[in-house]
């Protein structure tokens, strides 16, 4: 049985010739369904790249991207765009709401940009989502005028939004203050033990490192370390 | 694609201001091509209106003598007699055909004429004529005598004709007075005179006098027939079609003003194109508009289309988000200037009826409906060039920022 996600040999290169910049060389990783792992590494070391492929917004230079079965490495704009949409989703450190939007509809954004339009049901789901995470007195309040962790968790939320399988999250709790940190940990892993969401969060932050079930130690271009 | 178009109304209506600026250019840049549209086929018809509303819009002559070939008997000898162009030609059965052509959709009116030549004479003055003459009940029927009169008026009996202000001025001659007619066959009768007129066309003021067709028979030695039919159309542009349905249906030469008048037409075209010109500028306008700002709309929501790309978003859904923008900008600032042209458009009077020296802006020419479109389809081709880059954001470099 193939596992939920896994990446062989992995290389990426940023440029060619002179400028070519080696950034992933021959990296390879195992995630199973419903695990939480942390992503470590210093700056530079490949983490974003790495959750940017595995995310499909990017394909490797070489190697092979598979998950739930399917080769991604070497799919079309497309088939990659709809894999993400429904089987990934991301929580980014900077949340990257959209700033016209109410944090409603910024949560059933990845259901209604699938459905081509915002369905009775996703509403409702959506409105859940908010309760979920606390937010359900801000439902209509647009991302601006809602605080640096309301935004997280927003974010959180539209991330859950089409049940994706897999959340990728690139330090969700770097640019928040200590409380809200651990508000947005808490609901990461009330989820992930819930819903057996796979979660590999990236982070610098030790503690959070150890919230992790599994830390995955990154360094130049290559994993050293991965263990409980 | 409902939701495609939910997000490019939220983007429109975050900045009012710029869009409303946006609109306002597209709507300015609508009401410029009406206005033009308007103005120039105004100024059209207000010339053609000028210039042969007071003429016939079709005549129908007998047609000239053809030069015949005398039978060849015993093929040594052809002889070939010359058409004698002294012979005054007439159209024969004609007066038949009034009623029918009374009855032809556009027609508004049928003169038939006696028409000839001769001379104006008044003791030691003397001039020549155009002598036209009409039934009592049709002098106004073609040129609107009855509207440019100056003194008397146009009623016609055996013993009177109605006379230019020009040529009154060169006879001295007034309302009640007498002058005497002598036609080129040699014939002559005194009349008086029971109207001038000023038409404002030299031509018709200076050399034209209107006779009963009984007084018009006498001068010409006409008895039976007719010199030609004059016909009035309600519509000028018609000529044309209704000369060829005429000369069809009678087998007689018709012939319409436009044969005789084609350098009006000419300066007609060329007004046009000059109009077509301004158009198609004002149009490249509203597309240059329209493409920068939603250029700068794409550069500046750059990060927005990354993260909508990052959560599942389609190029197609970021194309179509961007060209419906430009679609309602379109449809919405051409909506806007049509209303407003024809706001400004409707107090103008028709050129048929506009006075000398006023704006013959026609509304009716204002090509509204053809506006709307073309600004529509505009709007959106301006808009394929950004939506176009905006669907090639890469989500990855918006995602590091």
Known sequence: MSPFLEVTDLFKTYGEGETATPVLKGLSLTLAQGERAALLGPSGSGKSTLLTILGTLMQPTSGRHVMLGEDLTRASDRARTEFRNRHIGFVFQFHHLLPDFTALENVVFPSAVAAGRETASARHRGTELLARVGLSNRVNFRATQLSGGQKQRVAIARALMNRPELILADEPTGNLDRESAKQVMDLITEINREERTTFLISTHDDNIAQACGRQIRVLDGRTIVDGQ | ?401
Not at chain 2, 121 to 141: F, I, N
Not at chain 2, 185 to 201: D, K, N, Q, S, Y
Not at chain 2, 311 to 324: P, Y
Request: a neutral charge; glycine letters at 10%.
């Open chain 2, 1 to 401: 694609m409902l939701y495609a178009l939910k997000i490019a109304w939220r983007y429109l209506t975050a900045n009012k201001v710029q869009t409303g600026l946006l609109v306002a250019g597209v709507a300015v840049g609508v009401f410029v091509f009406i206005f033009i549209s308007a103005l120039i086929g105004g100024l059209g018809t207000y010339l053609v209106q000028r210039t042969v509303g007071n003429i016939s819009h079709v005549t129908i002559s007998a047609p000239d003598e053809e030069m015949s070939v005398l039978p060849d008997s015993a093929a040594e000898m052809l002889v070939v007699r010359q058409a004698n162009r002294a012979d005054r030609e007439i159209l024969r059965n004609a007066e038949a055909f009034i009623p029918l052509l009374e009855g032809l959709t556009s027609v508004a009116a049928v003169s038939p004429q006696i028409v000839g030549n001769g001379f104006a004479v008044r003791g030691q003055l003397r001039a020549p004529v155009a002598v036209t003459g009409v039934a009592p009940d049709k002098v106004s029927a073609i040129a609107d005598l009855d509207s440019a009169l100056v003194a008397g008026n146009t009623l016609l009996t055996n013993a009177s004709v109605v006379i230019g202000a020009s040529l009154a001025e060169d006879l001295n001659i007034g309302v009640g007075q007498v002058l005497r007619l002598q036609s080129d066959r040699g014939m002559e009768r005194p009349l008086v005179v029971a109207g001038i007129f000023a038409i404002g066309v030299e031509a018709l003021d200076a050399r034209s006098a209107f006779v009963s067709t009984a007084t018009a028979r006498f001068l010409f030695e006409i008895e039976q027939g007719l010199s030609r039919m004059e016909i009035k159309l309600d519509d000028l542009n018609a000529a044309d079609t209704i000369a060829r349905r005429i000369a069809g249906i009678t087998g007689l030469e018709a012939i319409p003003w436009t044969a005789g008048n084609s350098q009006l037409l000419e300066g007609l075209r060329a007004q046009s194109s000059s109009g077509d010109l301004i158009k198609a500028f004002a149009l490249i306008t509203i597309v240059i508009g329209v493409a920068s700002a939603l250029l700068l709309s794409t550069y500046r929501r750059r990060p927005e289309i990354g993260i909508m790309r990052a959560m599942g978003a389609s190029q197609l859904f970021v194309v179509a988000v961007f060209v419906i923008q430009g679609a309602l900008i379109g449809i919405l600032g051409a909506c806007i200037g049509a209303g407003l042209g024809y706001l400004a458009l409707s107090p103008f009077p028709v050129p048929e009826n506009a006075a000398p020296g006023g704006l013959p802006v026609d509304v009716r020419q204002g090509a509204f409906g053809l506006a709307i479109v073309l600004t529509a389809i505009g709007a959106v081709l301006a808009s394929i060039l950004p939506a176009r880059s905006a669907a090639r954001v890469d989500p990855v470099s918006v995602i590091g920022q």
